[in-house]
């Protein structure tokens, strides 16, 4: 077809949805879309015209997809073989990017949940600062929230202490979130966010929970320093394994402090 458009029959219990038209740019086309707990709309693209009903993700073949109950869009493509999520939110789309810096066994902590100074880089946490400066929103586990005292930015804090979402009743500027009670798009879409990236800065649980999300990742290693016992980056393995089996690969790297041996990895699709 011209202009990029192609036809697809996707085929889900036995039901086929006929003729969705799916946008295929330069460098893009429909991949397989990685698991997800909730339902979304299925919807044609680019013009995004009448519903073609209700479906659950799983590694269903789709291209665009819209969740019926909020302004927030999720675009998701194929590039150069590797799954791609694009987040849109009113209008504005927020690529989502991961940051950690990892002892050479991919540990975040120590068993305690504390940072030993051997993590605490300066040029690495000059660089972090630097992106935190440009995010749209900061997404950050409870104790990070509490032992960083916020300079301002905007944080979603993962909490059991709320059912869905709710104020911060010591910072104006962060909103307490329960992933077990709704969908972060819905988060994130409530909070109507500037431009900028979705900066993701763990622990291992909020790490986790976008595991299959990530358009880059931004993986700092300490060389010759293992944390046995420790709290790790993600919990199904070294970051580098588990990012791999994403899709990404680290597509820039470079030594940000020679004397104490840290590299910073870009992670992204190829």
């Known amino acids: 077809m011209p202009g990029g458009f192609q036809r ?5 219990k036995g039901a086929i949805l006929q003729d969705v038209v799916a946008f295929a740019p330069i460098r893009a086309y429909i991949g397989a879309v990685p698991a997800c707990a909730h339902r979304l709309a299925v919807r044609t693209a680019p013009s995004h015209g009448a519903n073609r009903g ?4 799983g590694r269903t073949k789709l291209s665009f ?14 590039r150069f073989c590797t799954p791609v999520i694009m987040l849109t939110l009113h209008g504005k789309t927020h690529p989502v990017v991961g940051h950690a810096i990892v002892s050479t066994d991919g540990m975040i902590a120590d068993a305690r949940g504390q940072m030993p100074p051997k993590l605490v880089n300066e040029a690495d946490w000059a660089l972090f600062q630097a992106a935190l400066d440009d995010a749209a929103v900061v997404v ?8 960083h005292p916020n300079t301002g ?4 804090v993962f909490t059991s202490s709320v059912l869905t979402i709710g104020p911060d009743g010591t910072d104006a500027q962060a909103v307490r979130y329960n992933p077990e009670g709704l969908a972060v798009s819905d988060a994130l879409a ?21 595991l ?5 990742f931004l993986l700092a290693e300490v060389a010759d320093f293992v944390l046995p016992g420790g709290t790790p980056c993600f919990s199904d393995g070294h970051p580098r394994t588990v990012l791999a089996a994403t899709g990404l690969v ?8 020679k004397a104490n041996s840290v590299i910073l990895a870009r992670w992204a699709a190829p």
Not at 54 to 57: F, K
């Open 212 to 216: 299959r999300q990530y358009d880059e």
């Open 8 to 12: 697809h029959a996707w085929r889900w």
């Open 54 to 57: 209700s479906i659950p993700l």
């Open 153 to 156: 930015r905007r944080r979603l």
């Open 190 to 210: 409530a909070m109507v966010l500037g431009p900028g990236a979705i900066a993701v800065t763990g622990g291992t649980r909020v790490f986790d929970h976008f």
């Open 65 to 78: 997809v819209e969740h019926p109950n909020t302004p927030c869009r999720l675009a998701f493509v194929r």
């Open 250 to 257: 680290p597509v820039e790297w470079r030594v940000i402090d």
């Open 140 to 147: 950050l586990g409870s104790a990070a929230h509490r032992r």
